[in-house]
């Protein structure tokens, strides 16, 4: 197993921002691709967005694009998701996860590893 450990989730007023973080143990945390999903209650765990390896190709949910970004330190093992201009709609558990194997990074059937989540709540 390799470890995924998200935080930095919590609760933000309409408009403000959040940075999470998800720090993934593992010698192949370089090579991997790393995705964000969330799940609302009583709703199914939609993608928010991807990063390759590399940190040069990303892609988000319509829902989040332009407001969201996604970036990564292989260095600290570390990948993160900037969160402005949050609405309530925004608000879920919000999930890392690794993927090693080939597959759209779109699906969240194709990742490997994941983490407990963190909680974003976004007050109007």
């Known amino acids: 197993q390799v470890p995924v450990v998200e935080s930095g989730g919590g609760l933000v007023q309409a408009g403000g921002s959040l940075r999470l973080s998800c720090v993934a143990s593992?010698?192949?945390?370089?090579?991997?691709?790393m995705g964000w999903f969330r799940q609302a209650p009583g709703k199914e765990r939609e993608f928010v967005g991807f990063?390759?390896?590399?940190?040069?190709?990303?892609s988000y949910a319509d829902s989040v694009k332009g407001r969201f970004t996604i970036d990564r330190d292989n260095a600290k093992n570390t990948v993160y998701l900037q969160m402005n201009s949050l609405k309530p709609e925004d608000t879920a558990v919000y999930y890392c996860?690794?993927?090693?194997?080939?597959?759209?990074?779109?699906?969240?059937?194709?990742?490997?590893?994941w983490g407990q989540g963190t909680q974003v709540t976004v007050s109007s």
């Open positions: 996860a690794a993927k090693r194997r080939v597959g759209s990074s779109y699906f969240a059937t194709n990742y490997d590893y």
């Open positions: 593992g010698r192949t945390f370089s090579s991997d691709t």
């Open positions: 990063i390759n390896w590399s940190g040069d190709t990303t």
